[in-house]
């Protein structure tokens, strides 16, 4: 039986970091992300946009590979996934927040390890502790996916493990439908046509509760999550046009 240590010698997490000095909530969690990945044995690869030299002093002294990038939020993700796929034979992408879902990373790998999978999507059992809009925006895209590409997996969960040789779905996306958010959405519809097998695995997740209060109380948040459904849904319908 495929252990988490089996897993974590072979898996290098990829992510990515951009807050404003103002931000007091997603910096403490990213930090906690980073420094639990790191003791369970992975190796982490963060692409810094440009966020305040407190929190890249702190990350730094985590001992993550930090690269410093420019350009757009694409191409920054592809950077940090370019720079794991050349440390370990799997590659793990996740928003930097996520720190409950580090102790269920191992599991999404197994089946890539054992040869059963070429890309894994993790699904959440809930979206219970999320704010009311970013739940209702999670469920409708995800339910507009499985409508466009007839797959019922939980892509808007965000997190995405692969073998690392398949790193250049990702990594190749030249942009085209925004270089944004989409940019792990179109690639995955990519290696889907092309005849990749693509699983789900079920983990536990439980999202920060400090995040959920701020981002409720917040229209900026609010319309961002609008904003992504909009943008995520026409360049997913976009890119199943291109790939039939």
Request: glycine content about 8%; cysteine-free; hydrophobic content about 40%.
């Amino acid at each position: 039986m495929t252990t988490e240590r089996e897993i974590a010698d072979r898996l290098a997490i990829a992510t990515s970091t951009l807050y404003s000095p103002e931000d007091v909530v997603r910096p403490p969690l990213a930090l906690g992300m980073v420094r639990d990945a790191l003791e369970r044995g992975y190796d982490v690869v963060v692409a810094d946009h440009g966020s305040p030299d407190t929190f890249l002093k702190e990350l730094g002294r985590t001992g993550a590979t930090v690269i410093a990038t420019t350009g757009t939020m694409g191409s920054q993700r592809r950077q940090a996934m370019q720079k794991a796929s050349e440390l370990e034979s799997i590659v793990a992408w996740l928003e930097p927040e996520k720190q409950s879902y580090i102790p269920e990373l191992w599991k999404t790998g197994v089946p890539i390890l054992e040869g059963n999978a070429d890309i894994v999507v993790p699904s959440r059992p809930t979206l219970s502790g999320y704010p009311l809009v970013q739940k209702g925006v999670e469920y409708a895209g995800n339910a507009l996916w499985k409508a466009l590409t007839g797959t019922d997996l939980d892509v808007w969960f965000g997190p995405r493990t692969f073998n690392a040789d398949r790193t250049h779905y990702f990594t190749q996306y030249d942009g085209r439908h925004g270089d944004r958010w989409e940019g792990i959405f179109v690639p995955l519809v990519e290696a889907i046509a092309d005849g990749n097998r693509v699983l789900d695995v079920p983990v536990e997740y439980a999202h920060p509760t400090q995040q959920t209060l701020q981002e409720s109380l917040d229209p900026r948040f609010i319309a961002k999550r609008l904003s992504q459904l909009y943008i995520i849904s026409r360049a997913v319908d976009a890119a199943v046009r291109e790939s039939t």
